[in-house]
């Protein structure tokens, strides 16, 4: 393989040349302490790092950036961390969703206005893995994705315990009178046992994963929990290996290829992942100019079993994963739907970096003949109340509820929906559909995760814990239940959701992939003459910004200026 010359390297531009501006580059690098036998000469690698104090989940991302610098240094480069944004699931309000393209932006303007040779990307929490590798395939420098890794299983008095997962179950138990205050109390301080992200199969484990299956992490990176000792490695492995990845100008180009992507849909299938894949995937694919689109989830969905048996699908969690064999022993079971030869950050192909993978439990990742679904965790619906599609993650729902028709009973938005759902004169019954609308990219605003709509207090005392419910929102990766979400186009722009009133009745079907509004076509022409179009929530700044360029869940939720590579000039050095 060619290898660059140093006068190749990107950063010479701003470090090896005659000019007064390079001099002043050299000058304010020995401000920063270093001498030119540090730097010139060497890759310079960008850290970017989503580490914050309010992000629990990369809170130990301060500590393994060194690990990263220390395998940088050792292979001759030169590592500068470049803090962007975090995107903190736990505290940001209303959604990360909202920033999912703001921290993409930033990620692809650091790295194109810094003398950056290549990157390694350290995130892990939901949307940062999509923002982060998104921004880095638009800019096209050699990177690699560094995943923060899930954090530790929870504990309650002995039972062990999935994040999320166990709280919504939790959560409905204690609203139907069944969970003390001392149990509460036990389990807000025993589901979250250390750094890391959630630990069951949510969205997080889900991206980190199609990041490792699309061949932007080292073999194996996806499963290994934030504090083991193995984390530490790969992270220095990772800073090593981005620094050969400059010299062979190996690029998210190379590596993103339309054959990547089909090989991360099949892998988020065959893990039961979340219903958020489906959006990040189709943006991320985007970026590289690849036609994603919901039917190939659909049409993968079909021929792909579940065989990761974790929560919220099954039982177990991402340690008990990890210590299976991870995600190339899952991998070694479903070669046959996979595309072997296609080059990964290693260098190596696809096929070599799983060869020899092993499954050492059969309980958490089963064989083909034994699947926890014959058929992949994913549907898309389509139907006249979704032309656009709607998405099911029907694995994690009441199996009798995937055909089932029922009346509506409409939310306008999430202030809504909490004012009225426990209202006694609510006509509300198990077979009802609960309808929320308003919820979408534009009318949620950023389409927070509100889909798992909460079921009213009467009907979960009488034993209900799932009923169908509709919505333009999203839903945490860690939730289950018969939730039909990403309904497009949404309400806010007209989609129609915004049009169901009330008493319609609305049929479900799994099978058949409908979701239909049983109501004549005269009288829907009727009601969409008399529908308005809600009026922004956003007046300026970057809200109005999202507002006028967010793209429906179907083309994946970026910004309508940002899809593809490339377009935007390199920065002027002389």
């Given at each position: 393989m060619?290898?660059?010359?140093?006068?190749?390297l990107?950063?010479?531009r701003?470090?090896?040349?005659?000019t007064?501006r390079s001099?002043n580059h050299?000058?304010?690098?020995?401000q920063l302490?270093?001498s030119?036998?540090?730097?010139?000469g060497?890759p310079?690698?960008?850290i970017?790092?989503?580490?914050?104090e309010?992000?629990?989940?990369?809170?130990?991302?301060r500590?393994r950036?060194?690990?990263?610098k220390?395998g940088?240094?050792?292979?001759g480069g030169?590592?500068?961390?470049?803090?962007?944004?975090?995107?903190?699931e736990?505290?940001?309000?209303?959604?990360t969703?909202?920033?999912?393209?703001?921290?993409?932006m930033e990620?692809?303007e650091m790295?194109?206005?810094y003398?950056?040779?290549?990157a390694?990307l350290?995130?892990?929490c939901d949307k940062t893995?999509?923002a982060?590798i998104?921004g880095a395939t638009?800019?096209d420098?050699p990177?690699?994705?560094?995943?923060c890794?899930?954090?530790?299983?929870?504990d309650?008095?002995?039972?062990?315990?999935?994040?999320g997962?166990?709280?919504?179950?939790y959560?409905?138990?204690r609203r139907?009178?069944?969970?003390p205050?001392s149990?509460?109390?036990?389990l807000?301080e025993?589901?979250?046992r250390?750094?890391?992200?959630?630990m069951t199969?949510?969205?997080?484990?889900?991206?980190t994963?199609?990041?490792?299956?699309?061949?932007?992490?080292?073999?194996?990176?996806?499963?290994i929990?934030a504090?083991?000792?193995?984390h530490?490695r790969m992270?220095?492995a990772?800073g090593?290996?981005?620094v050969e990845?400059?010299?062979?100008d190996?690029r998210?180009?190379?590596?993103?290829?339309?054959e990547a992507?089909?090989?991360?849909?099949?892998?988020v299938?065959?893990l039961?992942?979340?219903?958020?894949a489906v959006?990040h995937?189709i943006?991320?694919?985007?970026?590289?100019?690849v036609?994603?689109?919901?039917d190939?989830f659909d049409?993968a969905?079909?021929?792909v079993?579940v065989?990761a048996?974790?929560?919220?699908?099954g039982t177990?969690?991402?340690e008990?994963?990890?210590?299976?064999?991870?995600?190339?022993?899952?991998l070694?079971?479903i070669?046959?739907?996979l595309?072997?030869d296609?080059?990964?950050v290693?260098?190596?192909?696809?096929?070599?970096?799983?060869?020899?993978a092993q499954v050492?439990?059969e309980?958490?990742?089963?064989?083909?003949?034994?699947?926890?679904?014959e058929?992949?965790?994913l549907?898309?619906?389509r139907?006249?109340?979704a032309?656009?599609?709607?998405?099911?993650k029907?694995?994690?729902?009441d199996?009798?509820?995937l055909r089932h028709?029922?009346?509506?009973v409409?939310?306008?938005g999430?202030?809504d929906?909490m004012?009225?759902?426990?209202d006694?004169?609510?006509?509300?019954?198990?077979?009802?559909v609960l309808v929320?609308r308003g919820?979408g990219?534009?009318?949620?605003?950023?389409?927070p995760e509100q889909?798992?709509?909460p079921?009213?207090?009467?009907?979960?005392?009488?034993g209900v814990?799932?009923?169908v419910?509709?919505?333009d929102?999203?839903?945490?990766?860690t939730?289950y239940g018969a939730?039909?979400l990403?309904?497009?186009?949404e309400?806010?722009?007209?989609?129609?959701?915004a049009l169901?009133?009330d008493?319609?009745?609305?049929?479900l079907d799994v099978?058949?992939?409908?979701?239909?509004?049983?109501?004549?076509?005269e009288e829907?022409?009727r009601?969409r003459?008399?529908w308005?179009?809600?009026e922004?929530?956003?007046?300026?700044g970057y809200?109005?910004?999202?507002d006028?360029?967010?793209?429906q869940?179907?083309q994946?939720?970026d910004?309508?200026?940002?899809?593809g590579s490339?377009?935007?000039?390199?920065?002027?050095?002389?």
């Amino acid at each position: 393989m060619d290898r660059l010359a140093p006068e190749q390297l990107r950063s010479h531009r701003w470090y090896g040349t005659e000019t007064v501006r390079s001099f002043n580059h050299r000058a304010r690098t020995r401000q920063l302490g270093l001498s030119a036998e540090e730097h010139l000469g060497k890759p310079v690698i960008g850290i970017i790092n989503t580490w914050n104090e309010l992000n629990p989940c990369h809170i130990h991302l301060r500590e393994r950036a060194e690990d990263v610098k220390r395998g940088v240094w050792q292979a001759g480069g030169y590592p500068v961390e470049l803090p962007v944004i975090s995107l903190s699931e736990s505290f940001q309000k209303p959604t990360t969703m909202l920033y999912r393209n703001l921290l993409a932006m930033e990620t692809e303007e650091m790295l194109r206005s810094y003398p950056v040779d290549g990157a390694v990307l350290m995130g892990g929490c939901d949307k940062t893995t999509p923002a982060l590798i998104m921004g880095a395939t638009s800019m096209d420098l050699p990177a690699i994705f560094v995943p923060c890794g899930p954090m530790l299983p929870g504990d309650l008095r002995g039972e062990v315990l999935g994040s999320g997962t166990d709280v919504w179950r939790y959560w409905a138990d204690r609203r139907a009178g069944l969970v003390p205050d001392s149990v509460m109390r036990d389990l807000e301080e025993g589901i979250a046992r250390s750094p890391g992200h959630c630990m069951t199969m949510g969205t997080a484990s889900t991206m980190t994963s199609a990041a490792e299956v699309l061949g932007m992490t080292l073999p194996g990176a996806a499963a290994i929990p934030a504090v083991a000792s193995a984390h530490v490695r790969m992270a220095a492995a990772s800073g090593r290996r981005v620094v050969e990845m400059t010299w062979e100008d190996l690029r998210p180009s190379r590596i993103l290829t339309a054959e990547a992507f089909a090989d991360a849909v099949t892998t988020v299938l065959a893990l039961g992942g979340s219903t958020n894949a489906v959006i990040h995937l189709i943006a991320m694919a985007r970026r590289r100019g690849v036609d994603l689109t919901l039917d190939s989830f659909d049409a993968a969905s079909r021929r792909v079993p579940v065989l990761a048996d974790l929560r919220p699908s099954g039982t177990f969690l991402m340690e008990d994963f990890y210590l299976a064999g991870g995600l190339p022993a899952l991998l070694s079971r479903i070669t046959d739907l996979l595309h072997p030869d296609r080059v990964t950050v290693t260098g190596r192909t696809f096929g070599e970096g799983i060869a020899d993978a092993q499954v050492y439990d059969e309980k958490v990742i089963r064989r083909r003949d034994d699947p926890l679904s014959e058929e992949g965790g994913l549907a898309v619906l389509r139907g006249n109340l979704a032309p656009d599609g709607a998405v099911i993650k029907h694995v994690a729902a009441d199996p009798r509820l995937l055909r089932h028709t029922g009346p509506a009973v409409v939310f306008d938005g999430h202030r809504d929906l909490m004012r009225r759902i426990n209202d006694e004169s609510l006509p509300v019954t198990p077979d009802s559909v609960l309808v929320l609308r308003g919820a979408g990219p534009r009318g949620g605003p950023g389409m927070p995760e509100q889909g798992m709509l909460p079921l009213p207090d009467r009907l979960l005392k009488a034993g209900v814990r799932d009923m169908v419910r509709v919505s333009d929102a999203r839903m945490s990766g860690t939730s289950y239940g018969a939730c039909v979400l990403h309904v497009a186009p949404e309400s806010h722009v007209g989609g129609p959701l915004a049009l169901v009133r009330d008493g319609d009745l609305i049929t479900l079907d799994v099978e058949a992939r409908l979701l239909t509004l049983d109501v004549p076509e005269e009288e829907l022409a009727r009601r969409r003459a008399e529908w308005t179009a809600p009026e922004t929530v956003f007046r300026r700044g970057y809200g109005s910004l999202f507002d006028a360029h967010i793209l429906q869940a179907d083309q994946g939720c970026d910004f309508d200026f940002l899809t593809g590579s490339g377009g935007a000039p390199e920065p002027d050095t002389e």
